[in-house]
Protein backbone atom coordinates (compact mmCIF):
# COMPACT_ATOMS: atom_id res chain seq x y z
CA UNK A 1 0.00 0.00 0.00
CA UNK A 2 1.31 3.58 -0.94
CA UNK A 3 0.25 6.84 0.70
CA UNK A 4 0.69 10.34 -0.10
CA UNK A 5 0.12 11.76 3.40
CA UNK A 6 -3.03 9.83 4.36
CA UNK A 7 -4.43 9.79 1.09
CA UNK A 8 -3.91 5.98 -0.48
CA UNK A 9 -2.35 6.36 -3.86
CA UNK A 10 -1.32 3.96 -6.17
CA UNK A 11 2.51 3.26 -6.58
CA UNK A 12 3.19 5.17 -9.60
CA UNK A 13 0.96 8.20 -8.37
CA UNK A 14 3.33 8.47 -5.66
CA UNK A 15 6.57 9.95 -7.33
CA UNK A 16 4.37 12.13 -9.53
CA UNK A 17 2.56 13.65 -6.64
CA UNK A 18 6.02 13.93 -5.01
CA UNK A 19 7.68 15.95 -7.36
CA UNK A 20 4.38 18.03 -7.99
CA UNK A 21 4.98 18.70 -4.29
CA UNK A 22 8.48 19.79 -4.47
CA UNK A 23 7.49 22.20 -8.10
CA UNK A 24 5.50 23.84 -5.68
CA UNK A 25 7.39 24.57 -2.99
CA UNK A 26 11.02 24.87 -4.20
CA UNK A 27 11.18 28.45 -4.37
CA UNK A 28 10.20 29.36 -1.09
CA UNK A 29 11.39 25.97 0.85
CA UNK A 30 14.38 27.83 2.12
CA UNK A 31 11.79 30.45 3.73
CA UNK A 32 8.72 27.91 4.51
CA UNK A 33 11.56 25.87 6.76
CA UNK A 34 13.05 28.94 8.53
CA UNK A 35 9.58 30.12 9.32
CA UNK A 36 7.65 26.99 10.38
CA UNK A 37 10.67 25.51 12.37
CA UNK A 38 11.38 29.16 13.99
CA UNK A 39 14.68 28.77 12.40
CA UNK A 40 15.52 25.29 14.75
CA UNK A 41 15.98 23.05 11.49
CA UNK A 42 19.48 25.03 11.10
CA UNK A 43 20.54 23.46 14.47
CA UNK A 44 18.59 20.25 13.84
CA UNK A 45 21.28 20.13 10.79
CA UNK A 46 24.62 22.16 12.51
CA UNK A 47 23.93 18.77 15.30
CA UNK A 48 23.35 15.76 12.81
CA UNK A 49 26.59 16.94 10.84
CA UNK A 50 28.59 16.92 13.76
CA UNK A 51 26.96 13.78 15.11
CA UNK A 52 28.08 12.21 12.08
CA UNK A 53 31.50 13.00 12.17
CA UNK A 54 33.24 13.57 9.08
CA UNK A 55 37.18 13.60 8.28
CA UNK A 56 38.68 15.76 6.11
CA UNK A 57 38.88 13.76 2.39
CA UNK A 58 36.02 11.94 3.46
CA UNK A 59 33.46 11.43 0.32
CA UNK A 60 30.01 12.21 1.00
CA UNK A 61 26.72 11.64 -0.46
CA UNK A 62 23.65 13.51 0.58
CA UNK A 63 20.37 11.83 -1.01
CA UNK A 64 17.57 13.91 -1.49
CA UNK A 65 20.13 16.82 -1.03
CA UNK A 66 17.27 19.30 -2.08
CA UNK A 67 18.70 22.97 -1.73
CA UNK A 68 21.92 21.84 0.16
CA UNK A 69 22.17 22.92 3.09
CA UNK A 70 23.00 19.22 4.69
CA UNK A 71 25.85 19.53 1.40
CA UNK A 72 26.99 22.80 2.66
CA UNK A 73 27.66 21.84 6.57
CA UNK A 74 29.32 18.43 5.23
CA UNK A 75 31.40 20.00 2.43
CA UNK A 76 32.87 22.75 5.13
CA UNK A 77 33.65 19.60 7.42
CA UNK A 78 35.53 17.46 4.86
CA UNK A 79 37.70 20.16 3.53
CA UNK A 80 39.19 20.86 0.27
CA UNK A 81 40.45 17.43 -0.14
CA UNK A 82 36.49 15.98 0.31
CA UNK A 83 33.86 15.80 -1.99
CA UNK A 84 30.04 15.90 -1.37
CA UNK A 85 28.09 14.52 -4.07
CA UNK A 86 24.21 16.05 -3.68
CA UNK A 87 21.75 14.05 -5.35
CA UNK A 88 17.61 14.67 -5.74
CA UNK A 89 15.33 13.98 -8.49
CA UNK A 90 13.86 17.60 -8.45
CA UNK A 91 15.25 20.33 -10.70
CA UNK A 92 13.83 23.41 -8.55
CA UNK A 93 14.76 22.11 -5.57
CA UNK A 94 17.90 22.09 -6.77
CA UNK A 95 18.34 24.91 -8.56
CA UNK A 96 16.88 27.02 -5.75
CA UNK A 97 19.82 26.19 -3.77
CA UNK A 98 22.42 26.76 -5.93
CA UNK A 99 22.89 30.03 -5.06
CA UNK A 100 23.88 29.07 -1.48
CA UNK A 101 26.17 27.10 -2.95
CA UNK A 102 27.96 29.24 -5.18
CA UNK A 103 28.09 31.65 -2.63
CA UNK A 104 29.78 28.96 0.30
CA UNK A 105 33.45 28.84 0.58
CA UNK A 106 33.51 25.39 -0.26
CA UNK A 107 31.40 25.27 -3.45
CA UNK A 108 33.98 23.24 -5.67
CA UNK A 109 33.61 20.19 -3.34
CA UNK A 110 29.76 19.96 -4.02
CA UNK A 111 28.81 17.98 -7.03
CA UNK A 112 25.23 17.74 -8.39
CA UNK A 113 23.45 14.47 -9.77
CA UNK A 114 19.62 14.03 -11.07
CA UNK A 115 19.22 11.22 -9.81
CA UNK A 116 16.11 9.48 -7.83
CA UNK A 117 17.56 7.96 -4.17
CA UNK A 118 16.04 4.50 -4.98
CA UNK A 119 18.74 3.88 -7.99
CA UNK A 120 21.50 5.97 -6.90
CA UNK A 121 23.40 6.33 -10.40
CA UNK A 122 26.68 5.44 -8.23
CA UNK A 123 29.19 3.30 -8.05
CA UNK A 124 29.31 0.64 -5.41
CA UNK A 125 31.10 1.00 -1.96
CA UNK A 126 32.06 4.52 -3.24
CA UNK A 127 31.35 7.13 0.31
CA UNK A 128 32.68 7.11 3.43
CA UNK A 129 29.34 8.74 4.52
CA UNK A 130 25.89 8.69 2.81
CA UNK A 131 22.90 11.30 4.58
CA UNK A 132 20.08 12.10 4.02
CA UNK A 133 17.89 15.10 5.37
CA UNK A 134 14.02 15.22 5.74
CA UNK A 135 13.64 12.96 2.63
CA UNK A 136 13.30 9.84 3.04
CA UNK A 137 9.52 10.27 4.06
CA UNK A 138 8.80 11.48 0.70
CA UNK A 139 10.08 7.84 -0.67
CA UNK A 140 7.80 5.20 -2.55
CA UNK A 141 10.01 2.71 -1.15
CA UNK A 142 11.92 4.16 2.13
CA UNK A 143 13.88 0.53 2.18
CA UNK A 144 15.26 0.89 -1.04
CA UNK A 145 16.27 4.43 -0.82
CA UNK A 146 18.17 3.02 2.39
CA UNK A 147 19.38 0.01 0.50
CA UNK A 148 21.32 1.99 -2.09
CA UNK A 149 22.96 4.18 0.56
CA UNK A 150 23.69 1.00 2.05
CA UNK A 151 25.32 -0.35 -1.33
CA UNK A 152 27.16 3.23 -2.15
CA UNK A 153 29.25 3.21 1.37
CA UNK A 154 32.38 1.69 1.83
CA UNK A 155 32.35 -0.99 4.30
CA UNK A 156 32.44 0.89 7.63
CA UNK A 157 30.93 3.71 5.82
CA UNK A 158 28.91 5.80 8.42
CA UNK A 159 24.52 6.46 7.85
CA UNK A 160 22.85 9.63 8.58
CA UNK A 161 19.28 10.18 8.51
CA UNK A 162 17.17 13.34 10.00
CA UNK A 163 14.16 13.28 9.51
CA UNK A 164 10.74 14.92 11.25
CA UNK A 165 8.81 12.58 13.85
CA UNK A 166 6.24 13.62 16.88
CA UNK A 167 7.14 15.41 20.01
CA UNK A 168 7.05 12.90 22.84
CA UNK A 169 5.18 14.85 25.64
CA UNK A 170 1.75 14.76 25.54
CA UNK A 171 1.04 18.34 26.05
CA UNK A 172 3.59 19.40 23.35
CA UNK A 173 1.91 16.74 20.88
CA UNK A 174 -1.65 18.99 21.57
CA UNK A 175 0.23 22.21 20.51
CA UNK A 176 2.19 20.67 17.93
CA UNK A 177 -0.71 18.65 16.20
CA UNK A 178 -2.93 22.18 16.20
CA UNK A 179 -0.16 23.75 15.10
CA UNK A 180 0.87 21.33 12.15
CA UNK A 181 -2.93 21.56 10.89
CA UNK A 182 -4.02 24.50 11.19
CA UNK A 183 -0.89 27.44 11.29
CA UNK A 184 1.07 24.95 8.61
CA UNK A 185 -1.51 24.84 6.22
CA UNK A 186 -2.61 28.58 6.52
CA UNK A 187 0.91 29.83 6.36
CA UNK A 188 1.28 27.24 3.07
CA UNK A 189 -1.59 29.35 1.62
CA UNK A 190 -0.29 33.05 1.93
CA UNK A 191 3.21 32.32 1.56
CA UNK A 192 3.27 29.83 -1.59
CA UNK A 193 -0.48 29.71 -2.40
CA UNK A 194 -0.95 25.87 -1.86
CA UNK A 195 -3.20 24.64 1.85
CA UNK A 196 -2.50 21.20 0.00
CA UNK A 197 1.33 21.04 0.12
CA UNK A 198 1.29 22.40 4.20
CA UNK A 199 -0.96 19.36 4.55
CA UNK A 200 1.11 16.67 2.97
CA UNK A 201 4.17 17.83 5.43
CA UNK A 202 2.45 16.84 8.99
CA UNK A 203 0.54 14.26 7.21
CA UNK A 204 3.68 12.41 5.81
CA UNK A 205 5.30 13.24 9.50
CA UNK A 206 2.57 11.45 10.87
CA UNK A 207 2.87 8.19 8.31
CA UNK A 208 6.28 7.64 8.69
CA UNK A 209 7.69 5.24 11.58
CA UNK A 210 8.28 6.25 14.97
CA UNK A 211 11.84 6.35 15.81
CA UNK A 212 12.30 2.82 17.47
CA UNK A 213 10.67 1.44 14.36
CA UNK A 214 12.88 3.30 11.84
CA UNK A 215 16.15 1.71 13.92
CA UNK A 216 14.88 -1.75 13.25
CA UNK A 217 14.34 -1.40 9.42
CA UNK A 218 17.62 0.27 9.30
CA UNK A 219 19.37 -2.87 11.35
CA UNK A 220 17.27 -5.05 8.84
CA UNK A 221 19.11 -3.01 6.13
CA UNK A 222 21.98 -4.25 7.26
CA UNK A 223 23.15 -1.13 9.16
CA UNK A 224 24.82 -1.79 12.61
CA UNK A 225 25.50 0.41 15.83
CA UNK A 226 22.22 2.32 14.86
CA UNK A 227 21.75 5.21 17.56
CA UNK A 228 18.85 7.82 17.32
CA UNK A 229 18.67 11.56 19.14
CA UNK A 230 15.77 13.51 19.47
CA UNK A 231 15.63 16.91 18.62
CA UNK A 232 13.43 19.26 20.40
CA UNK A 233 11.10 16.71 22.25
CA UNK A 234 11.38 15.10 19.11
CA UNK A 235 9.85 16.85 16.83
CA UNK A 236 13.32 16.07 14.74
CA UNK A 237 15.33 12.72 14.96
CA UNK A 238 18.22 12.05 13.89
CA UNK A 239 19.63 8.44 13.27
CA UNK A 240 23.39 7.53 12.72
CA UNK A 241 24.24 4.19 11.73
CA UNK A 242 27.40 2.22 10.29
CA UNK A 243 28.04 -0.24 7.44
CA UNK A 244 28.98 -3.62 8.93
CA UNK A 245 32.67 -4.01 8.60
CA UNK A 246 33.51 -7.70 7.83
CA UNK A 247 36.30 -9.39 10.16
CA UNK A 248 38.54 -10.60 8.87
CA UNK A 249 37.98 -14.10 10.26
CA UNK A 250 34.43 -14.09 8.69
CA UNK A 251 35.83 -13.54 5.39
CA UNK A 252 38.29 -16.19 5.22
CA UNK A 253 35.32 -18.12 6.39
CA UNK A 254 33.38 -17.22 3.50
CA UNK A 255 36.04 -17.02 0.63
CA UNK A 256 36.34 -21.04 1.76
CA UNK A 257 33.02 -21.64 2.01
CA UNK A 258 32.94 -20.32 -1.70
CA UNK A 259 30.12 -17.33 -0.66
CA UNK A 260 30.57 -13.99 -0.96
CA UNK A 261 30.46 -10.92 2.13
CA UNK A 262 27.77 -8.37 0.20
CA UNK A 263 24.30 -10.27 0.31
CA UNK A 264 23.45 -8.19 -3.25
CA UNK A 265 26.50 -10.08 -5.17
CA UNK A 266 24.51 -13.70 -4.61
CA UNK A 267 21.57 -12.06 -5.88
CA UNK A 268 23.20 -11.14 -9.10
C1 LIG B 1 12.04 18.11 2.36
S1 LIG B 1 13.23 18.24 1.10
C2 LIG B 1 14.75 18.12 2.01
C3 LIG B 1 15.87 18.89 1.37
C4 LIG B 1 17.16 18.94 2.18
N1 LIG B 1 17.74 17.63 2.35
C5 LIG B 1 16.97 19.61 3.52
O1 LIG B 1 17.31 18.98 4.52
O2 LIG B 1 16.49 20.72 3.58
C6 LIG B 1 13.13 16.62 0.39
C7 LIG B 1 13.90 16.47 -0.91
O3 LIG B 1 13.83 15.11 -1.30
C8 LIG B 1 13.72 15.06 -2.71
N2 LIG B 1 13.17 13.75 -3.06
C9 LIG B 1 11.98 13.23 -2.71
N3 LIG B 1 11.82 12.00 -3.21
C10 LIG B 1 12.96 11.72 -3.91
C11 LIG B 1 13.42 10.60 -4.65
N4 LIG B 1 12.70 9.51 -4.79
N5 LIG B 1 14.65 10.66 -5.19
C12 LIG B 1 15.42 11.77 -5.05
N6 LIG B 1 15.04 12.87 -4.37
C13 LIG B 1 13.83 12.84 -3.79
C14 LIG B 1 12.84 16.23 -3.05
O4 LIG B 1 12.98 16.60 -4.40
C15 LIG B 1 13.33 17.28 -2.07
O5 LIG B 1 14.33 18.07 -2.62
Same mark, same amino acid.
Given at each position: MFYFGYRRVAETEKVKLVQRHFNTVARKYDLMNTILSFGLHHLWK?? %?? =??? @????????? &??????? $????? %?? =??? @????????? &??????? $?????????SPSSRQIMYVQADAEQLAVADESFDAAMVGFGIRNLTHMDRGFQEMHRV????????????????????????????????PFLGKI?????????????????????????????????????????????????????????????INLSRSGKSSNPRASQR
Open positions: RS %AI =RRL @GLNPGDRVI &DVCGGTA $DLAIL %AA =RAV @GSSGRVVLC &DFNRPMM $DAGRSKVIGLKPGGKLMCLEFSLPTASWFRWLYDLYSFSIMLVGSWEAYIYLPESIRMFPQPEELTAILQEIGFSRVTHRRFTNGIAVVHLGMKHTPRKEEE
